[in-house]
Nanobody, 127 residues
Framework: QLQLVESGGGLVQPGGSLTLSCAAS????????IAWFRQAPGKEREVVSC????????NYAETMDARFIISVDNTKNTVYLRMHSLKPEDTAIYYC????????????????????WGQGTQVTVSS
């Protein structure tokens, strides 16, 4: 069974940093397309950062903002999202997702392409 479990969310002050983790089981993350999405109340789900299987090989990821960096630890089969200089508008539920479908290089931002999703982890940026 494919499974993704996010962790690491919580309350952080504006300007702070936070790293989210997504533990994967049932598949090998470096053979897959990986993405982080977020959704704030009343807003559309949007991609934060993503990487295709080809991008993992070349260490290239798409990101909506340089403050957010996706990475993969092959030894732990875990995906991370490193977040820096956080702002109140970054408050949202953050989800990791994966698919083994073929995605073109640097074409990983469509939520409809993803088959498996974690339960989400809440990130709140507030003083």
């Amino acid at each position: 069974q494919l499974q993704l479990v996010e962790s690491g969310g919580g309350l952080v002050q504006p300007g702070g940093s936070l790293t989210l983790s997504c533990a994967a089981s049932g598949f090998t993350v470096d053979d897959s397309n990986i993405a982080w999405f977020r959704q704030a109340p009343g807003k559309e789900r949007e991609v934060v950062s993503c990487i295709t299987a080809s991008g993992i090989s070349s260490n290239y990821a798409e990101t909506m903002d340089a403050r957010f960096i996706i990475s993969v630890d092959n030894t732990k089969n875990t995906v991370y999202l490193r977040m820096h200089s956080l702002k109140p508008e970054d408050t949202a539920i953050y989800y990791c997702a994966t698919t083994m479908k073929f995605l073109e290089f640097r074409q990983c931002a469509r939520a409809s392409d993803y088959d498996y999703w974690g339960q989400g982890t809440q990130v709140t940026v507030s003083s």
